[in-house]
């Protein structure tokens, strides 16, 4: 049975810095992809950073790009997101994500590419 389980979320000010973790299980994760979307109340999945199989590349939305960083442990069969410089609007649901396909040259972006979901960490954080 594949597993995705994250921990790290918490209530933060504004300013402040939070690390996420992702623990992967059930599946050769070290071959996929991964990511972190996050889900804020009455809005969609906005997909935050992405990082390759091998982990020599990542990606990052325009909103979080320079504040957050992804990375990951293949050994461990982890991914993290440090996140830096937290805004309110940085509030979310935060869920870990795993590829479809394995080996592709970068992460996708689309939440449709990603078939393994965690069940969500809450970021929060106060003005």
């Known amino acids: 049975q594949v597993r995705l389980v994250e921990s790290g979320g ?9 690390s996420l973790s992702c623990v992967a299980s059930g599946r050769t994760f070290r071959n996929y992809a991964m990511a972190w979307f996050r889900r804020a109340p009455g809005k969609e999945h906005e997909f935050v950073a992405g990082i390759k199989w091998s982990g020599d590349n990542d990606r990052y939305s325009d909103s979080v790009a320079g504040r957050f960083a992804i990375s990951r442990d293949n050994a461990k069969n982890t991914v993290s997101l440090q996140m830096n410089n937290l805004k309110p609007e940085d509030t979310a649901l935060y869920y870990c994500a795993a590829d479809e396909l394995p080996y592709r040259s970068v992460a996708p972006s689309t939440k ?10 809450q970021v929060t954080v106060s003005p």
Not at 10 to 18: C, D, F, I, R, Y
């Open 112 to 121: 449709s590419e990603y078939v393994y979901w965690g069940q969500g960490t």
């Open 10 to 18: 918490g209530l933060v000010q504004a300013g402040a810095s939070l």
